[in-house]
C-alpha cells in the first residue's frame, strides 16, 4: 500500500471544508502506486482521490500535472479532474505534503493485459499524444539520460546485493546510452511516462481512462512507446509478445502514424526506457522508508527487459516491418 503520510479523520474533515464536496463519510489508504500517498474518499457527493505529493515529485511541478488533466480532459482523454476548493485552488497542503483532490474514474486496470488491451493503450497512447499537442506548458523530462547518472550513483555501492554483477551491467549500460547515441531530433511533444497497466482503467476491453501524471513532461513521443512496449507486452516468464506489441504498435500507428526515424531508433528508446525504470525500481528497493505502507516493485524484471532489447538487431523484433506498420 503506498501511504506514506497518513491523515487524521479530523483534519481531513477540516481540510475538506474548503471544498464544496459535503461531509466525508469514509477514507481509506489505497493499496496501489509506490510515488504518492493516495486516499479514496467517500463523501456525501460523492468519491474522489485525495493524492499528497510524495519523494520525486518537485513541488513547483505540480500545477503542470493539474493544468495537464484539465487540457487532456477538455480535448477528449478520459483523465482525472483536478478538484477546486472554494478559493479556485486545486493543490493546497495536508498533512505537510502537497496535496490535491481528484475526480474518481470508473473502471478496473488490468491484472493481465490480453492483445486487446494492448491495443486499447495503443490507441488511447496515441490520442493523448495528438491531444496533449496544443498544451502551453512546458516540463523537461527529469528522469531521461541525464537524470539516470544520479539515481545509478545513489544504488551502485549495493547493486550487487541485489544481483551479482548488476553494478558493472548498469554502468556499461549506462555509458553506451550516454555515449551520444541517444536521439534528439524525433517528435516531441506531451508524453505520459508512466502508462504501465495500474495507470490505464478499462471497461471490458474498452479503455476507459488514463490516471497518474506524475511523470507527465515533453519529450520524443516515441520514447512513451518504448515505455510501454515495457509495461504491456512482455508476459509474466519475462517473455516478449510480438503479437501484443504488433497490436499495440498497429492501434498507435492507425491514430498517430510512426516515422521511419521512429520505428527505426525504437530499440534504443527501449533500453533507455528499461534502465530508467530499473534504476528508481532499484533505489525504491534499497530505501523503503521505515513504517511506509509499500511494496517494492522488482528491478530484476527490468534487467531482463533490457537484454531483451539489447538483443534486438530490428524492429521486426516488436512485429513491425522496418519500412512502415504491418496492416
Ligand atoms: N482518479 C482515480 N480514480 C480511481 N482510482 C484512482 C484514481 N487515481 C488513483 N486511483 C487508484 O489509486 C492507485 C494509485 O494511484 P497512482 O496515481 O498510480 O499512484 P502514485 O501516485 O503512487 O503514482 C491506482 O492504481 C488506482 O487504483
Ligand atoms: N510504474 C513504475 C512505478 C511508479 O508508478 P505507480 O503508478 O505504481 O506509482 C514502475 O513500475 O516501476
Known amino acids: 500500500m503506498a501511504v506514506y503520510t497518513d491523515v487524521a ?109 494492448c491495443a486499447g493503450v495503443g490507441e488511447g497512447l496515441a490520442k493523448m499524444h495528438l491531444a496533449g499537442a496544443n498544451f502551453a506548458i512546458k516540463r523537461a523530462n527529469a528522469l531521461s539520460v541525464a537524470g539516470w547518472r544520479p539515481l545509478f550513483d545513489a ?65 520524443m513521443l516515441a520514447y512513451d512507446i518504448a515505455i510501454c512496449l515495457n509495461a504491456w507486452c512482455f508476459e509474466p516468464d519475462h517473455s516478449f509478445n510480438v503479437t501484443k506489441a504488433r497490436a499495440f504498435l498497429n492501434a498507435y500507428g492507425r491514430v498517430r502514424k510512426l516515422s521511419e526515424a521512429e520505428e527505426a531508433a525504437l530499440p534504443l528508446l527501449a533500453r533507455g526506457a528499461a534502465i530508467r525504470f530499473l534504476l528508481t525500481r532499484l533505489v525504491d528497493w534499497l530505501n523503503v522508508p521505515p513504517g511506509a505502507l509499500v511494496k517494492p516493485k522488482d528491478p530484476l524484471e527490468y534487467v531482463r527487459k533490457l537484454r531483451f532489447h539489447q538483443s534486438v538487431t530490428s524492429v521486426r523484433d516488436y512485429g513491425l516491418m522496418p519500412s512502415g506498420l504491418l496492416a
Not at 484539465?70 to 480535448?75: D, F
Not at 482523454?77 to 472554494?86: A, F, I, Q, Y
Not at 556499461?172 to 506531451?190: F, I, K, M, R, Y
Open 155 to 219: 544504488a551502485a555501492s549495493r547493486a550487487d546485493e541485489v544481483q551479482p554483477g548488476l553494478r558493472a551491467f548498469l554502468a556499461a549500460e549506462l555509458d553506451h546510452l550516454s555515449s551520444g547515441v541517444w536521439p534528439t531530433d524525433l517528435p516531441e511533444g506531451v508524453i505520459h511516462a508512466d502508462l504501465f497497466n495500474d495507470n490505464v482503467f478499462f471497461l471490458g476491453d474498452r479503455l476507459s481512462g488514463i490516471i497518474d501524471f506524475t511523470f507527465a513532461c515533453n519529450d
Open 9 to 117: 479523520a479530523d483534519e481531513l474533515a477540516d481540510f475538506l471544508k474548503q471544498y464544496d464536496l459535503g461531509e466525508l463519510l469514509s477514507y481509506k489508504g489505497i493499496a496501489e502506486g509506490v510515488e504518492n500517498s493516495n486516499f479514496l474518499l467517500h463523501t456525501t457527493t460523492g468519491s474522489f482521490i485525495l493524492t499528497l505529493y510524495e519523494k520525486r515529485v518537485a513541488k513547483n511541478d505540480l500545477p503542470y500535472f493539474l493544468a495537464l488533466m484539465t487540457h487532456l480532459a477538455e480535448h477528449g482523454v478520459n483523465c482525472p479532474l483536478p478538484v477546486k476548493g472554494r478559493d479556485g485552488e486545486a493543490l493546497r497542503e495536508l498533512s505537510g505534503r502537497p496535496a490535491a483532490i481528484i475526480t474518481f474514474l470508473e473502471g478496473v486496470w488490468p491484472r493481465k493485459p490480453n492483445v486487446a488491451h
